[in-house]
């Protein structure tokens, strides 16, 4: 028997773009993600709201069809916009917080805190530029993580053991 999420089991969030951890990966530009979130993960409907400049800033609501439930879940919401009309993302920040959306923005990567300090980081960066010849890469945002997660993807097999060698001071 398939039983449904009752509502006790959702909440109402957001998360802003421009303040995650993976912030510089995202080419569609600043915005805010709204979503009706299930507390073990998922959501039962989304959208994006980003901020445009036409002559003075101005928003641009973008949903799929199957999130259309949100008009009936939040009308609220809707009239809110209707009635204050915002028109930059930090105007509609507030007002999502004032209607008790949770802010959920991810700005700390996952498990940074046990990846090391920065300068290890950065030395691992610098070993992974000379190995691959990969392009100068920022730290702060995760960097040398995105690397090594490429590098187990499309490395030969010995590229971890090039690097431990090259971070204990090369060959010896």
Do not use: C
């Not at 609220?76 to 028109?87: Q, S, V």
């Not at 993580?145 to 499309?154: E, F, I």
């Amino acid at each position: 028997m398939t039983t449904h999420p009752t509502a006790a089991e959702y909440r109402l969030t957001y998360d802003v773009s421009a303040e995650a951890w993976y912030a510089h990966t995202d080419r569609d530009g600043p915005r805010i993600d709204v979503h009706r979130s299930h507390v073990g993960g998922g959501v039962a409907w989304e959208f994006h709201v980003e901020e445009r400049n036409l002559n003075g800033p101005t928003l641009r609501v973008q949903m799929f069809d199957d999130s259309w439930d949100a008009f009936a879940d939040v009308p609220e919401l809707f009239e809110a916009l209707r009635t204050e009309r915002p028109h930059t993302l930090t105007e509609l920040r507030a007002l999502l917080d004032r209607l008790g959306f949770a802010d959920i923005t991810k700005r700390v990567q996952p498990r940074a805190e046990e990846a090391g300090d920065a300068a290890e980081l950065n030395a691992v960066v610098a070993v992974l530029q000379r190995l691959r010849g990969f392009v100068p890469l920022d730290v702060r945002y995760g960097a040398a993580a995105a690397a090594l997660a490429y590098l187990d993807d499309h490395a030969p097999a010995n590229t971890t053991e090039a690097i431990s060698t090259e971070l204990r001071g090369g060959a010896q």
